[in-house]
């Protein structure tokens, strides 16, 4: 159990590694300012992932009774399903957000915001990407088996870094 929760805490953390490290670093390459207009766009990304994070957590739970039941076909069945439906919602709901976001940003965070459309619209494919792996997740947690989930998640992670190490000074 000890291992099971440790790996998990290790996997969540990369997980959030993956869009809070960039803040990090923007702040320390090109101060406040831009750093705020970006992590405004982040914020209205990451109002994408509510149906995704819920999926996840419900899906944790029902996956791993399924496991132990060693219902493989019912677990493909739903996965399927759930990651279908979360990417079909969460495209859905990034074009409403890319075709409002012009008009969205400054009425929720103010006039000062409106650069923050174009990394809005820079960060959707990612937010999709990330929605539709979050069943995925869930499936991997639900079994127990959690180190190829922290391997590439940690893969994603250092990849993130170094592009992002690569790409902001310039």
Not at 14 to 25: A, F, K, M, Q, V
Not at 30 to 52: C, H
Not at 93 to 117: N, V
Not at 140 to 164: D, E, P, Y
Request: net charge neutral; hydrophobic share 55%.
């Amino acid at each position: 159990m000890i291992q099971y929760l440790s790996v998990n805490a290790l996997l969540i953390l990369s997980l959030n590694s993956l869009y809070h490290l960039d803040i990090i670093l923007l702040r320390v390459f090109v101060g406040n300012p831009q750093t705020g207009v970006y992590k405004a766009a982040l914020v209205i990304a990451e109002f994408l992932w509510f149906v995704p994070n819920t999926v996840r957590t419900v899906f944790l739970h029902s996956m791993s009774e399924l496991w132990a039941e060693e219902n493989v076909d019912r677990i493909s069945e739903l996965s399927s399903l759930a990651t279908r439906y979360t990417l079909l919602l969460t495209i859905l709901l990034a074009i409403g957000i890319a075709t409002l976001g012009d008009a969205f940003i400054p009425l929720y965070f103010g006039p000062g915001f409106e650069r923050s459309a174009l990394p809005l619209l820079i960060l959707l494919p990612g937010v999709i990407g990330f929605a539709a792996i979050r069943p995925v997740i869930a499936v991997g947690q639900g079994k127990g088996r959690l180190r190829i989930l922290l391997l590439a998640t940690f893969g994603s992670s250092m990849l993130n870094l170094v592009l992002n190490l690569a790409l902001i000074p310039s």
